[in-house]
């Protein structure tokens, strides 16, 4: 039973950079042929894949976030990690951490967590 679970700041002040961690439990996130993504969601909106890590440390990003996000883990810890910097009011979203397969189907995720980019 894999699990994941996020955690960070609910708030980021505009030009600050977003952190988040997302720590899994039940597997290990150096399991073949696993990815660790990063999605998020706005109000109204469709689910945007952000990014991930797959389980040989290789990155992926979506293009147009590309400059603005790095995805790093600590495998000791089983945690992987998002950081998106310069952040805006159009970055406010909830954030999940999901587990990818080769197939592109996300069977686990985390519960989410809500970011609010305010000053």
């Known amino acids: 039973q894999v699990q994941l679970r996020e955690s960070g700041p609910g708030l980021v002040k505009p030009s600050q950079t977003l952190s988040l961690i997302c720590t899994v439990s039940g597997g290990s996130i150096t399991t073949a042929y696993y990815y660790w993504s990063w999605i998020r969601q706005s109000p109204g909106k469709g689910l945007e894949w952000m990014g991930d890590?797959?389980?040989?440390?290789?990155?992926y990003y979506r293009p147009s976030l590309k400059s603005r996000t790095s995805i790093s883990r600590d495998t000791s810890k089983n945690q992987f990690t998002l950081h998106l910097s310069s952040v805006t009011s159009e970055d406010t979203a909830m954030y999940y951490c999901a587990r990818g397969a080769r197939t592109g189907d996300y069977y686990y995720w985390g519960q989410g967590t809500q970011v609010l980019v305010s000053s």
């Open positions: 890590i797959a389980y040989s440390g290789s990155t």
